[in-house]
């Protein structure tokens, strides 16, 4: 590599910091919403769990028992690979997500810089096509898969097959080869996507085909035990996509003028939140006037104009989806098309057409004038500008009964509540703890079994189908999240203990009424030796569902609520805990501002319902802000900090909420 390159890789790692701010400082556990992220950071962790433990790879821990699971997701193996030495030092699986996160932005922007400095031959050319294709307004809608985000391989694939057909030798091959086996281990969409494009860009070229078939062929041969469990899935599971739900996801035309909400300049006018966010696609009006200007090129070079132009007619009519003959025969009849739900992100295939004509439109205006170049490149990142970027802020570490379960041998688990309030996507982030097979899960497929078991654990009464279904599968411990739990868990629990069909193994901290652990009744033994309490009484406490004594800190953020539009800008809740409570503050900005609140008249009833620290001596903290504190973002997040007697911090779940 030239040292420009290490220069210009260093650029896009900086850029990629900058454009993301804050989640460099907040990486252990920002993401942009408590959803899909958490799929991938357990997905990623599956990867190297089963790796190095020689596991079966598609057969994970979620959805128990039903077979290759992992198949009902993207395996993002690709991405994980690159990430094995940093689990292998410790780097906790949410980290390692947002590092790939971070390293995604970056090198879509070196892909690009490097496809567009060999069409152009000007590194700042080059720079202006990376600048516009790592941070195009789709990446940021993306930010929660991070497989889209990590858009280098197609540029790369692209140009490695560019070079072959230069000088077609079998090393070149190889490196294309290399290219085509990652992009398809990165994400089954850019695979799929990928390989249509590539075959065009490969008929308008017109290389030496012996080679290149072969290097292809090996590739293939490399990614068969990949596919193979796709194939599976929809053999057993009938894994296909529907009509209606396809067409959902098909963009109009329309839809390339939508800009995502956090690209800052557009938003004011193309931002609109009745559009899925999956057919945001609008690239950056910057973008298409230099576009059109490197149209322009097709003088020079004919060929590269060409692959740029049908790349970006072929995502485009791609993203419409069933709108259009194209996909809807692509669908109808041709395999791994059919397993595809969102055909709106064909318009990756897209960006990278236009990035080509971005560098070629840049190369020709700043033929004479350098620093032209320059202007357009910084024109990009003030365009596409979304930082300061508000994330979720998650709470990495897992809780108490995660960590039992990780030293605990057990067949089997199922968590409730199932499948209410995103409450799958926090069990298979906190499932990186303990890896036990679990009923739990979520993806963009559920088996019909866990779709069944959810609705029956949602019903009132419980049907005694429920348990009889776990306990023939297989499922031999019960965790029950008393925080979440719906009215009809509690009752259904009190029958199950009475008629002996569930044994009571212990109690653990967490929120206010704690996380308990069941076992299944006769012919099940018990997993580990149950701590010392809480008592019978405690345990009746609960199914009553009166909150019972916990030995860490605790509290609750009653005001504001979650999204809540602030106009009267009260912060109340209170904290209790064993040790006493030192402070109380209140978070803003992901975590940049802290402001602290007051301790208020003391509560009566509170103290009655909590009984058990006589240490917390004022637990309702409480503040009136007569505006917006000064640098707090109009959308902000709010978490609530507690400071124990020992100087412990307690942090309590984050939440999105506006001001006016």
Known sequence: MRKVDVAVAALFIVLAIAMTWPLVPNVNRA??????????????????????HRLSLFDANDFYPARYSLAFSENSYGIALFLFPLRAGGIAPLTAHNIALLAGYAFSGFAAYLLGRYITGSAL???????????VPFRFTHASHVQHVIGGWLPLLLLALLQYARTPTWGRAAWFGAAFLFNALTSVHTLIFGSVAIAVAAVILRPKWIPLLVATAVAVALLVPFLYPYREVFSIYGMRRGWRETMAFSAHTSDWLVS??????????????????????????????????????????????????????????????????FHRFLFLHVPGFRAIRVPARWAVIAYVGLAMLVALGTALLSRRQKWIAVAIAIAFVVELRA?????YMALPDPPPVYRWLAATKVHAIAELPMDERNSEYRYLLYSTAHHQPMVNGVSGFVPPLSRQLAAWSQQTPIPDAFLGTLQRIGVDTLIVHGDAISPQVRPWLRDQLQSGRLQFVRRFDAGLYGDWVFRGGAGFSRPGPAKAGPSTDDLGAFLRGEPTFNEATFGVLESPVPGQLITRAWFQGFAFSPYGIREVNILFNNGGIRLPLMPLPDDPGLRRTFPWYDATTHPRFGRLFDKRPPHVWHDTDVQMEIVDGHGRRTLLDDRIVLWP
């Open 260 to 325: 995502g909400f956090r690209t800052r300049l557009y938003l004011p006018f193309l931002a609109n939140p009745e559009v899925n966010a999956e057919r945001w696609l609008f690239p950056g009006a910057l973008s298409i006037v230099v576009g059109l200007i490197g149209l322009a090129a097709v003088r020079d070079r004919r060929r590269d104009t060409a692959i740029a132009a049908s790349w970006i007619i072929l995502g485009f009519l791609g993203s419409l989806g069933l709108h259009t003959v």
């Open 387 to 391: 930082a300061p970027i508000l994330w």
């Open 31 to 52: 993401v942009s919403d408590p959803g899909d992220p958490f799929i991938n950071t357990w997905i990623l962790d599956w990867d190297w769990h089963a790796t190095r």
């Open 125 to 135: 050319a080059g720079i202006a096509a990376g600048v516009f294709y790592a941070f």
